[in-house]
């Protein structure tokens, strides 16, 4: 296979792409619509005839099907924009070719480091090509590693007619990093039967469920008075939403202190005043049992706390975020022995795994469209010490394209 996935790639993540919690538009930014602008004209240049942007940023396009045979209308998706976490202005992407494997200083910021010590799959990249950025943004590789694997992947069905395929659909998206990236997806327009998000980690991992997740918002309405005459009086809304933080379980239900299939509850914004403050988390867990369990028990501390402030009163708000995959994936086993057969045609190990977070294939799942999460080989994501190899986006791409085969086969 003639490679084209290393100068997509490249192309890709210098293109500030950065999406914003707090727009109100969609997308979140505009300049998210400039990469799919630019994938569309590289989709329309390989033939394929349908590619468009809508007025939402979401780019859709469809290679035909050359089978005789009746094969499900599979789905690839990943999506464009980057994290708010760290900026995505002026990337400039460094490949370390032959990678020797030794600690990757960043020539703009020798104070940042990628050790070898804290990204342990560097160990399995020597002789490889590793891209990283200069030290002061991210790379992007989240989620770009992937949409240049379904390019990669495209292009190569597109110039060999003769490999047999279904009717593949290819979706890219806004504002996945904001959870709002299947907001306005048209899932009818797109019209396929099971899709794959190609947005994981590892090579070869494979993951077929995620958290569940929830936003909660506990809003407090204190009592003010002037604070030199406020003995009896006062019931500062900033204090009592500090001590509910204050006692949350340091030893378990935080993201600092678990791992593996816990859940846990996060607060990650408090605003306000002595009148009136809120508090916002989420919350995580890989059943919705274990989500409903750990809300009941914030609820039971801010009604703790509560007790002591008896002129206050307090609002526990929660929002369905989205939902653990599994549960809908386990309907139809095929979508994921399939990919586990593809990633064994590509030479690669399966690693099947869960994500302690959330992707667009949770929300597709649940709107209708089963859609597993595959690897396109980024690590370190939302951080400046963000690194890819290329030989594994090369094998994210090959496992697209034995994807496809592995359906027509079996169809």
Known sequence: MNHTI?????????????SDPESTTFPSTEKQKNLGRLLV????????????????????ATIPSNSAKKVPIICFCSHMDTSPDSSGKDVKPIIHKNYDGSDIVLPDDPKQVIKVADHADLNHQIGNDVITASGTTLLGADNKAGVAAIMDAATYFMENPEVKHGTIKILFTPDEEIGRGVDKVDLEKLGADFGYTIDGEKLGSMEDQTFSADAVSINIQGVSAHPGFAKGKMESAIKIVAEIVASLPKDRLSPESTEGMEGFVHPHKIEGSVESAKVQFIVRDFDDEGLLKHENELKSIMDDVLKNYPKSTAEFIVKEQYRNMKKILDQHPEIVENAVEAIKRAGV????????GGTDGSRLSYMGLPCPNIFAGEHAFHSKHEWVSVQDMQKAALTIINLCQVWEEKA
């Open 6 to 18: 290393t100068e997509r790639f490249l192309r890709y993540v210098v293109i500030d792409t950065q």
């Open 41 to 60: 004209s590289e989709l329309l240049e390989i033939g394929i005839k349908d590619a468009h942007l809508d007025e939402h940023g979401y780019v859709y």
């Open 349 to 356: 190990e399966p690693i099947l795994s869960s994500i302690r």
